[in-house]
């Protein structure tokens, strides 16, 4: 079954804590995206990856990070420094042969009590 | 820089009526352009895209877009609206011409479908 997979579903996380969301696929894709959703709003570029152990800082990058140890991975650590991480985080990924086209997967969403 | 807008935050039809989802965009030349839709607490489904192949673009679900380079428009339609539509729809554009890594999102129409 091929797609893209982020977990948890749900996350919620104390003020003053990190907090790392997964993001996996096994379409063997070479870039992948992530980006925040808040209501009423589009969706907004954190950090891109177009090949491994490269990555790129988007729109919103501040209190974020990532890693591309693995083609399959591209792991999201939101930190203390987010002020207001609260927010559906969406992940993506692209194929080269395809284009611009970015498929995406189901979504977490994260709550800072 | 390339951008989109989506002129209507909100749209209700009725079940069995026409779908129209406005969307314009700015740009310096025939970009690709994308419908995606999104379901309540899901990540967003790729609708329908174009190319420049065709201006008329069919995509899932009986929606289809037309591009109109004079009046720089691509809205989204279907003839009959069907309760499983009621979605958030996104229109989107790269964010820099000739690059592939950067997408530039509208900030969303809600359809809401009724009986």
């Known amino acids: 079954d091929g797609g893209i997979t982020q977990s948890p579903k749900y996350l919620f996380r104390k003020e003053g804590q990190n907090v790392t969301l997964s993001c996996e696929q096994n379409l063997n894709h070479d870039a992948m995206y992530w980006y925040r959703q808040d209501p009423g709003q589009g969706l907004r570029l954190i950090y891109y990856?177009?090949?491994?152990?490269?990555?790129q800082k988007g729109d919103i990058a501040e209190g974020y990070s990532v890693s591309r140890e693995k083609k399959e991975s591209f792991p999201l650590t939101v930190t203390s420094a987010q002020k207001n991480p609260t927010a559906f985080y969406l992940c993506a990924s692209r194929r080269q042969e395809h284009g611009d086209t970015q498929y995406f997967g189901p979504g977490t969403r994260l709550t800072v009590l | 820089a390339q951008s989109v807008t989506q002129l209507d935050s909100h749209v209700s039809v009725s079940e069995g009526t026409p779908v129209l989802l406005r969307c314009n965009y700015s740009s310096s030349y025939s970009p690709s352009l994308f419908w995606y839709v999104q379901h309540p607490n899901k990540g967003l489904q790729l609708l329908l895209k174009?190319?420049?192949?065709?201006?008329l673009v069919k995509g899932i679900n009986g929606f289809e877009a037309e591009f109109k380079k004079s009046e720089t428009s691509f809205h989204l339609t279907k003839p009959s609206a069907h309760m499983s539509d009621a979605a958030e729809y996104f229109c989107v554009v790269p964010a820099v011409a000739g690059t592939a890594s950067k997408l530039t999102f509208g900030t969303g129409t809600r359809l809401q479908v009724t009986l």
């Open positions: 990856s177009q090949i491994v152990n490269d990555f």
């Open positions: 174009y190319t420049s192949a065709a201006t």
